[in-house]
Structures are given as C-alpha cells and as structure tokens.
C-alpha cells in the first residue's frame, strides 16, 4: 500500500532535477546573447568619434564619399560649434590657398604676360592675407582651417591636365566666381561681423579683392588690366 506513493515522490524528485526552460528564462538568454553580439559590434565598429575643437565628430573609415570636413569649429562660442566668423576665417584661408594653388600652375604654363601679372599678385596679395587671418584667429582663440573643398581639388586636378587657352580659360573664370564671392563675403563681415577684428580685417582688405575682380574681368575681355 506504500508502493504508490513511493513512486510518486520519485517522480518529483526527477522532475525537480531536470526542469523546463521557462519563458522568461529564454527571454534572459536572448538578452545575454544580445549584449554580447553588442559588445561584438562595437569592438569592430570601423566608425570613429572625431573630437575637433572640442566636439565630437562621427568619421567613418571610407572617405571615397565622404562630404567635405572642414571644421568650422569656435570654442569662444556659447553654445555653438559653428559660427559665421569661424566659418568666415575657414572659408578665406581655404579660398586664399585655393587662389595660390592655381596662380602657382598657371605661372608654370602661361607666356601670357597679363596672365603672369596677375598670377603673380595673386600668390603676393592672398598669401599676405592668409598670414594675417591666422594671427586674428590665433588671437581669437579660434580653431581653423585652411583644407580645401573636394571641388577646389577637383579643379587643380583638371588644371594639371591643362596647357594653353583651355588652362588659361578655366584659371580665368575660377578667379572671376572666386573674387565675385569674396567681395561680397568680406562686405557682410565688415558690417555684420561682431568682431571688431574681423570687422577691420575684411573692410581693409575688401578694396582690394574688388580690385582682383576687375583684374579678371579685364582679362577675359582682352583688355589691358590695371596695376594695383
């Protein structure tokens, strides 16, 4: 008569020794899994934090497509990583040795002796610009830069397969859309700029860039330019 529940208690004892997973011990397993294939990703994530001027930046391995990167980055500025003067001061360094650059290739192509001239004022006047900016900005505490755009790249590249009037072409009407851009660049700065220095810096030197533009006007109607 104790047969019965003898076999009974065995069969708990059993079950208690090999218990069925339970729906939310499955559920603590996934989670496990997931934290771990996480931990994984990261590890091997080829996507870095890029810190410029004191904010992070996402930068990705690949920079076949990548957008054009240059930091514009103020740490003077409450609350803003950009601001219009930091990108001001990015934009003419970058245009000056973009100015430069062009100069240099044309004066080792062109005969022309007008081409050559302005050329020549070019590398003189922008380069002296370019030195004085960087000190404003050094001054400022200002992080910046002088990288050039993917499509000022892209039009040296085509330059350097260039000789004669296409070289002479292009070079002419790049300086004309460049000083077109900077004269009216420099005007705002020098009135809206809430740097006294930047104010300065771009009202002294706005005669001169108007001066440039008419150099280039000049010479892509064939007319003789003016000195400066």
Known sequence: MYKLPIFCALALLGACANPTTSADDTDKGKGSQQDLAGAATGATDSTDATVIGGTAEASGTDGLNAPDQRPAEDPKA?????????NFANNTLADGTFEIQMAQRMLKDSKDA??????????TDHTKVGDELRQITKAE???????LTNEQTGVLNQMEKLTGKPLQTMYITKAIEGHEAAVSTFATIAETSSRPTFKTFAAKHLPALKMHLQMAKDMQAGK????M
């Open 78 to 86: 409450p609350g803003a990583a950009v601001t219009p003067d930091a």
């Open 224 to 227: 003789p330019m003016m000195k």
């Open 114 to 123: 007008n081409v050559r001239q302005f050329a020549q004022q070019m590398i």
């Open 141 to 147: 505490g200002m992080n910046v830069t002088d990288r």
